[in-house]
């Protein structure tokens, strides 16, 4: 396994921190490996600081119980909004038919106030897709990568040994183990054993 996963995850971890610099209410970042080679359909583009950026809105908005989606997570509405506006982040005057106002840029002085941290992330993200990138004959990249779909593939259901649980790719897990940030032990894929497909 490459270490470069490991490296962009601390990055990633990174980042958030200086996010939270300046929204001191954002959560800790549970599994920053979660967000590693996964797109996000109802983001619309793939990991950037912009889209570390759009999840720590769903993160002050969970700190502040506010339902900032509906439609399983992919329409975004204007409790979102109003959250990403706080965080420096711009938006399309009317919301998208599907997903509402998830599309979401950073606005200029964003830019400004995160510049060291985008840089960073940037280079880190890049050695990570040049890394991945020579390996692609001989790893799995989830059933997304062999469909061509950009929706990182199906999320299950992975639990930790303290009953709380999170939606990943399969594959995403596969690459490092996401650790619990309640009891410090990883998640896990369970078993169904004789599970009719549904």
Request: proline share 7%.
């Amino acid at each position: 396994m490459s270490t470069t996963p490991p490296v962009l995850a601390a990055e990633l971890a990174q980042a958030w921190a200086d996010i939270q610099r300046h929204h001191t209410e954002l959560p800790d970042l549970a599994a920053p490996e979660s967000l590693i080679g996964e797109s996000s359909s109802a983001c619309g583009h793939e990991l950037s600081f912009e889209r570390l950026l759009h999840e720590a809105v769903h993160g002050i908005a969970a700190a502040r119980g506010v339902r900032d989606t509906s439609r399983a997570g992919r329409y975004h509405n204007r409790r979102f909004l109003a959250i990403a506006e706080e965080l420096g982040l711009d938006h399309p005057e009317e919301p998208h038919p599907s997903s509402g106002f998830s599309l979401v840029t950073l606005t200029p002085e964003a830019k400004r106030r995160y510049r060291p941290t985008i840089e960073r992330l940037q280079r880190a993200l890049k050695a990570h897709t040049a890394a991945t990138a020579t390996d692609t004959a001989r790893s799995f990249r989830g059933p997304a990568a062999r469909h061509g779909s950009s929706g990182g593939g199906v999320r299950v259901k992975a639990v930790c040994d303290c009953g709380r649980n999170v939606r990943v790719v399969p594959s995403v897990l596969a690459q490092a183990p996401i650790m619990c940030g309640g009891c410090g032990k990883p998640f896990r894929i369970p078993e169904v054993v004789g599970a009719a497909a549904s």
